[in-house]
């Protein structure tokens, strides 16, 4: 690859008529140290409930209808490099967002993002990154 030049993807793969394929993004799944720690702090950022609370994963969701949730699961070892996924939370008022999630004990982290960015990049207890976007993007 010369540098600077992205080649093109390559062509999708023809799987036939994906029209009646009906799959749903169901949970996300989080890999923490203390799980349950993780899913209280979570679940008061979103303003969800715990829906279970076990030993091998705690649950995290808007309501009992409501999907996708949030799973938390026991890991042995600490986050050490940066997400491959993360979460972008769209709120009414970012600033004021991501005051209170600070509060809570967020931190903001650079992962490269720029000046003129409109996301505001933060870190949950655990290390875990996710952006808050701006109020404006908020009606995606």
Sequence with gaps: MIRG??????APADHGDTRS???????????ATDPRALARWWAEALGWQIL???AEEVVV??????????????VGEPKIVKNRVHLD???DDRDREVS????????RVDVGQGPQSTWVVLADPEGNEFCVLSSRDGGL
């Design 21 to 31: 394929v009906v799959l749903r993004l169901y949970t996300v799944v989080i890999d």
């Design 52 to 54: 279970h609370d076990g």
């Design 61 to 74: 969701a808007k309501d009992d209808d409501s999907y996708p949730a949030l799973i938390f699961v026991p």
């Design 89 to 91: 939370l769209a709120p």
């Design 5 to 10: 030049h992205v080649p093109a993807p390559p």
């Design 100 to 107: 209170r999630l600070e509060a809570m004990g967020a931190r």
